[in-house]
């Protein structure tokens, strides 16, 4: 589903002659990203919980599973655009843990209250607006700290290098350790062991 100015959102799909309305609101399908993160349910039992998120009405629905499957996947990757397979690509956010950092920088820019806009913000314009938050956002310095590489240490830069370093173990997301983090550290021990090594004048 591209962006567009010209059109409103058709909140619906159409799949072999039947249509399917559906709740896209920017907090529903965030609580369905997280669903899928949810390891106390089973695969089969997070399926059938997203569907009935995402498709209204489902009560008068006689789809099995695979079928469900099949709407679903359609709806978060064809419909939405939404990105599931990972890739080696380093992750400098996460929906649910920057929470906070995204309300407050949504406030900040654009005076909009994302509690307040639960249910009725479109997922559409809601990444959006996230992707065109200011610099001088919250949630954007954060990814920047994340995004920052550490210099090579020399005389002149220990303190900035300390305080970079503490600023993305500060800001770490849970679970995922900063990729220049652990350059910086194999660069560490490399110039460690090349000390150990190094012949004696």
Known sequence: MTFTLTEYFDDYIEIEGTRYALNLSYDNVL???????DKD???????????????????????????????VSFIL????????????????YDLTEDAAYIYASF???????????????????????????????????????????IPPLDKHNAEQRD??????????LRGKEDPHLIADRIDNTLDQVAAIFKPRG
């Open 31 to 37: 609580r369905v990203l997280e669903l899928f993160r």
């Open 41 to 71: 349910f089973s695969k089969e039992q997070r399926l059938e919980i997203a569907f009935d998120m995402l498709v209204i009405g489902t009560e008068d629905l006689d789809i099995d599973l695979h079928g469900k499957d099949q709407i």
């Open 77 to 92: 990757q064809d419909f939405l655009e939404i990105e599931f397979k990972s890739n080696n690509s380093p992750k400098y």
């Open 107 to 149: 406030l900040q820019d654009y005076g909009i209250d994302l509690i307040e806009q639960q249910g009725k913000l479109h997922w559409k314009k809601f990444n959006a607006l996230l992707s065109s938050l200011s610099d001088d956002t919250k949630f954007r310095k954060v990814v920047e700290i994340r995004r920052m590489k």
């Open 163 to 172: 305080a970079i370093i503490k600023a993305k173990q500060a800001y770490r």
